[in-house]
């Protein structure tokens, strides 16, 4: 059964990606790569050199961003264990009055 790779998995390190620029910019925008892959393949049929073009420049922009930008939530202070266990009691009685 095959996982899918940690979200601080270097994109241009990963085998099922090209560069990771959809991916890169489907996370930092909040929605599904898939539909920026589809808008990369559609015009490739009338003008591949342009699509290219564009592509790899956003590749080298991503890769900018993330060499100056790195990864933000790395930097965010883990919560203390007492906010933690809190918030996993309130997840508990949450679940018993859904039942």
């Not at 940690?6 to 620029?21: C, K, Q």
Request: net charge negative; proline share 8%; hydrophobic share 50%.
């Amino acid at each position: 059964m095959q996982t899918a790779p940690a979200p601080t998995t270097n994109l241009v390190m990963r085998n099922d990606t090209i560069l990771g620029v959809c991916e890169a910019i489907g996370q930092d925008f909040g929605f599904n790569p898939n539909w920026l892959r589809i808008a990369f393949c559609a015009p490739v049929y009338w003008n591949p050199g342009l699509v290219l073009a564009v592509y790899l420049g956003l590749g080298v922009l991503v890769a900018a961003t993330r060499f100056a930008f790195p990864d933000r939530h790395a930097e965010l202070p883990k919560a203390a264990p007492a906010a933690q266990a809190a918030a996993s009691e309130m997840a508990e009685e949450r679940e018993l009055i859904a039942a």
